[in-house]
């Protein structure tokens, strides 16, 4: 898989920070303008309707709204989403069967992007998503869900190598709180400092129609993978980027979905600079984070019966963390 580039973005909310050499600079928040769902090649629509898959489709009906994001229900009183969202205790989970559950108390992991709340009184059985406990491998089919920005049909043009144009992906649309699905594959894990591990995949244009990139919104979603032959939750989303892209040096600052930023400019230390169109496809990059990895963690949270001394952690910036790339074998 291609090295992605700088300029990481939450997969939700607005705080920018710039990538400064070699480093990774990621904003705590929700990126500005909050929409619909994750993007996929084929259509601007995007996939907003259950999966037909009958386990998928089952999945979908037991993920719920939570604030302008999503949340999962791994226990009877608690479901999981993405700790960089802040703390959102009091607002309510809400399923597509219009069911609601107002969250009283709120838990943080503190070595990675996991958020647990619990709500007053329980989910039904049916409600709750059980979680993957397997291993990884290269190439590892996943389906993900969120309520991020849709992309528009307007192309993004960069330089073809070795001359002449070519379209490099998408600018995004707006936000309508929908939300949709996509799929991908695994293409290897990796540790980021106070974010714990993550899966990491990226935006193949020839991945299929459903090929999917996290967008502005989609923090918090699910990412499912088989075990068994049942669709379990793996991860959790996270971050996506490059997403701020120029098709000239002076030009307007795009964001979008790409399949190459290679012969586009990328902000890199303050410089909009070229990215060479040479050598390959240069997609943008999704991250989820590890649910089996820190399932320590979560089954502690999950075995309070009451909520005790919760651990409340900031949504403080993860400024200047190294990138520690780590391929599975």
Same mark, same amino acid.
């Given at each position: 898989m291609a090295q992605p580039a700088p300029s990481y973005r939450f997969a939700s909310p607005p705080l920018?920070? =710039?990538? !400064?050499?070699?480093?990774?600079c990621l904003a705590c928040g929700l990126l500005a303008s909050p929409a619909a769902a994750v993007i996929i090649n084929g259509s601007a629509?995007?996939?907003?309707?259950?999966? @037909?898959?009958? #386990?998928? &489709?089952? =999945?979908?009906?037991? !993920?719920?709204? $939570?604030?302008d994001f999503l949340g999962t229900p791994v226990a009877s009183q608690?479901?999981?989403?993405?700790?960089?969202?802040?703390?959102?205790? #009091?607002?309510?989970?809400?399923?597509?069967?219009?069911?609601?559950?107002?969250? @009283?108390?709120? $838990?943080?992991?503190? %070595?990675?992007?996991?958020?647990?709340?619990?709500?007053?009184g329980t989910f039904p059985g049916d409600k709750i998503v059980p979680m993957y406990a397997g291993s990884f491998t290269a190439n590892q089919?996943?389906?993900?869900?969120?309520? #991020? =920005?849709?992309?528009? +049909?307007? *192309?993004?043009?960069?330089?073809?190598?070795?001359?002449?144009? *070519? %379209?490099?992906g998408?600018?995004?649309g707006g936000f309508t709180g929908n939300r949709s699905w996509g799929t991908n594959t695994l293409d290897s894990l990796t540790s980021l400092p106070g974010a714990g591990?993550?899966?990491?995949?990226?935006?193949?244009?020839?991945?299929?129609?459903? *090929?999917?990139?996290?967008?502005?919104?989609?923090?918090?979603?699910?990412? $499912?993978?088989? /075990?068994?032959?049942?669709?379990?939750?793996?991860?959790?989303?996270?971050?996506?980027?490059?997403?701020?892209? =120029? /098709?000239?040096?002076?030009?307007?600052?795009l964001e979008a979905a790409v399949y190459?930023?290679? #012969?586009?400019?990328? +902000?890199?230390?303050?410089?909009? @600079?070229?990215?060479?169109? &040479?050598?390959?496809?240069?997609?943008? !990059?999704?991250?989820s984070s590890s649910v089996p990895a820190n399932a320590t963690w979560v089954q502690s949270v999950i075995a309070v019966p009451e909520p005790g001394t919760l651990v409340l952690v900031g949504c403080g910036c993860l400024g200047g963390l190294a990138l520690l790339r780590r391929r599975m074998a």
């Amino acid at each position: 898989m291609a090295q992605p580039a700088p300029s990481y973005r939450f997969a939700s909310p607005p705080l920018r920070r =710039r990538v !400064v050499g070699g480093l990774i600079c990621l904003a705590c928040g929700l990126l500005a303008s909050p929409a619909a769902a994750v993007i996929i090649n084929g259509s601007a629509a995007g996939n907003t309707a259950a999966p @037909t898959d009958p #386990g998928l &489709a089952t =999945r979908w009906g037991q !993920v719920g709204n $939570f604030s302008d994001f999503l949340g999962t229900p791994v226990a009877s009183q608690f479901f999981v989403t993405a700790k960089h969202l802040g703390n959102l205790t #009091g607002q309510s989970i809400t399923f597509p069967d219009a069911t609601s559950y107002t969250t @009283t108390a709120a $838990f943080f992991d503190p %070595a990675s992007d996991l958020a647990i709340y619990q709500i007053s009184g329980t989910f039904p059985g049916d409600k709750i998503v059980p979680m993957y406990a397997g291993s990884f491998t290269a190439n590892q089919a996943m389906t993900i869900f969120g309520r #991020g =920005r849709l992309r528009t +049909d307007t *192309e993004v043009i960069g330089q073809r190598f070795p001359n002449g144009t *070519e %379209a490099k992906g998408w600018t995004w649309g707006g936000f309508t709180g929908n939300r949709s699905w996509g799929t991908n594959t695994l293409d290897s894990l990796t540790s980021l400092p106070g974010a714990g591990t993550q899966l990491v995949w990226d935006f193949d244009v020839g991945g299929g129609v459903n *090929e999917g990139v996290l967008a502005t919104n989609d923090s918090g979603g699910p990412v $499912f993978l088989q /075990e068994g032959g049942v669709w379990k939750l793996g991860g959790i989303n996270y971050a996506v980027g490059p997403k701020d892209v =120029r /098709e000239t040096q002076s030009g307007p600052t795009l964001e979008a979905a790409v399949y190459d930023y290679g #012969g586009l400019y990328l +902000d890199v230390g303050g410089s909009w @600079t070229l990215q060479s169109a &040479a050598g390959g496809d240069k997609p943008a !990059v999704s991250y989820s984070s590890s649910v089996p990895a820190n399932a320590t963690w979560v089954q502690s949270v999950i075995a309070v019966p009451e909520p005790g001394t919760l651990v409340l952690v900031g949504c403080g910036c993860l400024g200047g963390l190294a990138l520690l790339r780590r391929r599975m074998a």
